[in-house]
């Protein structure tokens, strides 16, 4: 068992900056990938950065470029830089694990196992 638990959200104006964290904590030696997910009002959610645990990372292309994604060492803190926020990065943010051997973690689609409950970014104009 995995407990994934957000925080860092906000409100920012467009072009700011924020960091989400994302303490995890259990089994973590199982963690095949750790992720970002987010679901804007009236979409469904998007899965947006991933690490797996070789530190290999994948971005959707639009956050390529702005947001940064990262862990701590021992895999218990994972992190998301966000730069050169727009208001269409508006979202709850949730983070994510998949535990799975056979995980392709740039595929979000497929994604299996841990969520945390969220962290609301707002961007305005």
């Known amino acids: 068992q995995v407990y994934l638990k957000e925080s860092g959200g906000g409100s920012v104006q467009g072009g700011g900056s924020l960091r989400l964290s994302c303490a995890a904590s259990?089994?973590?030696?199982?963690?095949?990938?750790m992720g970002w997910f987010r679901q804007a009002p009236g979409k469904e959610r998007q899965g947006i950065a991933a690490?797996?645990?070789?530190?290999?990372?994948h971005y959707v292309d639009s956050v390529k470029g702005r947001f940064t994604i990262s862990r701590d060492a021992l895999k218990k803190n994972l992190y998301l830089q966000m730069d050169s926020l727009k208001p269409e990065d508006t979202a709850m943010y949730y983070c994510?694990?998949?535990?799975?051997?056979?995980?392709?973690?740039?595929?979000?689609?497929?994604?299996?196992?841990?969520w945390g409950q969220g962290t609301q970014v707002f961007v305005s104009q």
């Open positions: 259990g089994s973590l030696y199982e963690i095949k990938c």
């Open positions: 690490i797996d645990y070789l530190g290999t990372t």
């Open positions: 994510a694990a998949d535990p799975r051997p056979d995980a392709r973690c740039g595929e979000y689609g497929n994604w299996a196992g841990y």
